[in-house]
Structure formats: structure tokens, C-alpha cells
């Protein structure tokens, strides 16, 4: 153990930087499109036509039950052997897209259909058409309760990037296997990627935690619902609305 620590890191340092980069841009990408593609997913298991319904039922039974590596390859290799091309950040991103997007729109379904159809009664009673209904009242609702599961996902995608070593992607796990092949010290490299993944993961982890908290206790996230609940406390107290405009405040 005593000659454990004996990699030059600094000379590996800036290279380890941009592994560190891209990881995040793979993280980054992949999570954005897992989120719109999975709502997608979800809205049309929750549609009236079951043609749609079928269809987004075979994408997430497919895509949850064949493994992310898999994917890769097939994203990677088996698109090229095809003719189809992709460069590695593209496939990359587009494997982890639609793999956690069968995860994530059975998290978005269970969630919207999570609401209470009183909801949406009151919200025709209102006279607000279903565009209306869905993004003032089903939405919003349905948010607080795909938070968890939804950041759960954010945490493994960002671990699952480690896996696009097998195409050479330039993240944090190739750069470890290309300071292992010069140096020849794999437990301390291995040893120092797995402590930066640690030191990715836990902070995020505990921030999307105290999210989650914040929101089930009711905290307004946004500056806009901020000023929209000073101006109800406000207008309980019998107070003068001073900081909301007046289309705000008379909405």
C-alpha cells in the first residue's frame, strides 16, 4: 500500500477536466430528452385511441427490459453496420434518451393519473378548456408527485454514463482507462474515478432531497408563484398588493 499513490494526477489533470465535462454534457443531454420524450410516452399511455396507447406500450416494455449496454451497441455499431452513422456523443446521448425514457414515462403516467378526477372536474366547472386543465391544474399536481422517482433517474443516468466507455466516449470512465493502459496503477486510478463519481452523485443527490422537500411543504419554487402568493396573503390581511403587476394580481 505504500506505493499506492504514485500517478502523476497533474499531468492527467486537464484531461480529466474535459472527461469531466462531458460527462456532464452526456448527463445533461440524455436527462433533457429522457424528460420530453418520456412525457410523450406517458400522454400517449394515458390517450383514448389505443393504437396510441399500444405503441407507447411496446416502446416501454421494450426499452425496460433490454440493458443499457445493449442499447449502446446497437445505437453505436448496429446503426453503422446499417448504413446510419452516428457520431460517439450523439449516440451516446441518444442511448440514454430512450432507455430511461420507458422508466420515466411510467413515472410521468403514474403520476398524472396519480391527480384526482375532482381536479379536473373543477377545472371544467371553471370553463378552462383541457390544454388549460392540463397545464394550470393536472401538471403542476402531477410534478410534485414525479419529483422523487424523476430525480432517482437523474442520479443513475448521470452513474450510467460510466457505460459509454465501451464506445470510447471521452468521459470520466474512458479517460480512467486511458491513464491505466500509460500507467499500469488501475486500483489507484479506478479508486480516483469512483470518488469523483461520489463526489457527483452525493451532492446532487441531497440537493434534489432538499427539493424535494421544499416542495412537499409547499414552498413556491418559481418568482412568479412567489409574488402570486405574497398577493394572496396580501388580499387575506387586507392589505395593499404593492409588488405583483396588475395583470398578476387581478388574474
Not at 446499417?82 to 430511461?100: E, N, P
Request: glycine share 8%; hydrophobic share 50%.
Amino acid at each position: 500500500m505504500s506505493g499506492l499513490f504514485e500517478v502523476p494526477w497533474s499531468d492527467y489533470r486537464p484531461d480529466l477536466i474535459d472527461a469531466l465535462g462531458r460527462t456532464v454534457s452526456y448527463t445533461v443531454a440524455g436527462f433533457t430528452g429522457a424528460v420530453l420524450l418520456g412525457l410523450a410516452v406517458a400522454l400517449l399511455r394515458l390517450s383514448k385511441a389505443w393504437p396510441a396507447r399500444a405503441l407507447a406500450a411496446v416502446y416501454t416494455e421494450v426499452f425496460k427490459n433490454i440493458p443499457l449496454l445493449a442499447i449502446i451497441f446497437l445505437t453505436y455499431f448496429g446503426l453503422a453496420s446499417a448504413g446510419i452513422r452516428l457520431d460517439v456523443f450523439t449516440a451516446g446521448c441518444l442511448s440514454l434518451i430512450v432507455f430511461y425514457a420507458a422508466y420515466l414515462s411510467e413515472i410521468f403516467r403514474s403520476a398524472i393519473s396519480g391527480v384526482h378526477a375532482g381536479q379536473t372536474e373543477a377545472g371544467e366547472a371553471l370553463g378552462l378548456g383541457r390544454t388549460g386543465i392540463f397545464g394550470h391544474i393536472v401538471l403542476p399536481q402531477a410534478l410534485r408527485l414525479a419529483l422523487p422517482g424523476t430525480n432517482t433517474m437523474l442520479v443513475d443516468l448521470l452513474k450510467s454514463t460510466s457505460l459509454l466507455v465501451t464506445v470510447s466516449a471521452a468521459e470520466l470512465m474512458s479517460e480512467g482507462r486511458l491513464i491505466t493502459s500509460a500507467t499500469f496503477r488501475a486500483l489507484e486510478v479506478y479508486l480516483v474515478i469512483a470518488a469523483i463519481y461520489f463526489a457527483l452523485c452525493y451532492p446532487l443527490s441531497q440537493l434534489l432531497l432538499l427539493l424535494e422537500r421544499k416542495v412537499r411543504s409547499g414552498v413556491p419554487l418559481s418568482p412568479w408563484r412567489r409574488r402570486r402568493l405574497r398577493a394572496a396573503r396580501a388580499l387575506l390581511a387586507g392589505e395593499p398588493v404593492t409588488d405583483v403587476p396588475v395583470k398578476e394580481a387581478s388574474a
